[in-house]
């Protein structure tokens, strides 16, 4: 297929921090792809959590989960609007990398551990982990990815941190909009959260389906499930409906992307990045909705007595893990203790990228060893302490 003037081109790359020679069955942004793919932190993500955690339950959506998710909806996107298919896969499957155990709980935690030392963001510290944390390949740190592949992992940067990241950064300082295969990314993260989200809710009980039929987008999905399947009811009458509203979404913003592309007609990838806003959105009125959707699930879901318990809990615990290490670097693990030895900021550091770096089992068993905790186990269940 071929690409649109505005898609990204790899004769147009900014190319590898470190250059190599090109790969001989693949292209370049297949092989970023894969190396995240192949990664350490790509595989950890099959047991961070998304919303519940891990040992909740084997059916719960987990970042790893999430990560293929928005892959599917980006790469559909992608193709639909003649876009460069191979990079938004790899910007989608690496968007999480950087993200704590126990999700936006572990996330804001960690955060406040580390506000005396600089806070923590996960965009940025997926940023790290592909440039520096992952040690699989001679000759240089990291995965060394593609300028536009690390472009779209760093989804917002503040000035201060911008001004640090030299080439990478100069986009949030001149405010500059990414690619479009970076804006697809985005999107589609955004879509499949809420979708999955709403499965998980009424698969836990938390969220009922009543709750979910207040929003107009899965009412009306629902009513065309029946339309289509009179027989439908219980589960697959749910796992339909929920399809049925995902793909009015992504229909959507296919359409309003295609037109507003059509109208602007930019003739390459920098006059996307001049655009006064971003080129792939969906229509005000599908905005709206998809705005909507994120409130009802923040207000009867995320903001739920058992799910605030659940972050409350994750949170006590990173706490407690990165007070543990920072009083006594020695019970860190040989690989990460030489360098937490040093100075404040860079024990702080250290014990940051190990912390980031565990799923909620390990995140928990380590609370065990050195805090001697009894946190709950699969035995005992966060939703139900």
Request: aromatic fraction near 8%; charged fraction near 25%; charge should be negative.
């Amino acid at each position: 297929m071929s690409l649109a003037p505005y898609a990204v081109d790899l004769a147009q790359s900014r190319g590898r921090r470190v250059p190599e020679a090109p790969p001989a069955w693949r292209s370049e942004f297949q092989r970023d792809r894969d190396r995240v793919i192949h990664s350490s932190a790509f595989r950890r993500l099959e047991y961070k959590t998304q919303v519940f955690v891990n040992h909740e339950g084997d059916m719960f959506r987990t970042r790893l989960t999430h990560s293929l998710e928005v892959a599917q909806i980006a790469r559909t996107i992608a193709r639909a609007l003649a876009l460069n298919e191979d990079l938004t896969e790899a910007i989608a499957l690496a968007h999480d990398l950087g993200h704590t155990p126990f999700g936006h709980a572990g996330q804001a935690a960690l955060n406040r551990c580390m506000q005396p030392y600089g806070g923590f963001e996960h965009n940025l510290h997926s940023l790290r982990v592909v440039d520096e944390l992952e040690q699989r390949y001679p000759g240089f740190e990291g995965l060394n990815l593609l300028f536009e592949t690390r472009e779209g992992i760093l989804k917002h940067c503040s000035v201060a941190r911008a001004a640090e990241l030299g080439p990478l950064g100069e986009r949030f300082l001149l405010r500059r909009q990414p690619s479009l295969e970076a804006q697809i990314a985005n999107v589609a993260d955004e879509i499949a959260y809420n979708h999955h989200d709403i499965d998980d809710g009424l698969r836990s009980g938390i969220l009922a389906l009543e709750t979910v039929r207040e929003h107009d987008g899965f009412e009306s999905a629902l009513g065309a499930s029946l339309a289509a399947a009179p027989s439908l009811a219980g589960k697959r009458l749910t796992y339909t409906a929920i399809r049925h509203m995902l793909g009015a979404f992504v229909s959507d913003l296919i359409e309003a992307s295609a037109a507003r592309l059509a109208e602007r007609a930019p003739r390459g990838v920098e006059e996307v990045r001049a655009a006064d806003a971003p080129l792939v959105d969906f229509s005000p009125a599908m905005r709206d909705s998809h705005l909507k959707l994120k409130r009802l699930l923040f207000q009867r879901l995320y903001d739920e007595p058992p799910v605030r318990r659940i972050a409350q809990r994750a949170q006590q615990l990173v706490t407690d893990l990165f007070e543990a290490f920072l009083a006594d670097p020695g019970l860190l693990p040989e690989g990460h203790r030489l360098t937490a030895e040093a100075d404040p900021l860079v024990r702080a550091q250290a014990i940051r990228d190990y912390i980031a770096g565990m799923t909620d089992r390990y995140a928990l068993a380590e609370h065990g060893r050195v805090c001697g905790s009894n946190f709950a186990t699969s035995t005992q269940p966060w939703l139900t302490a």
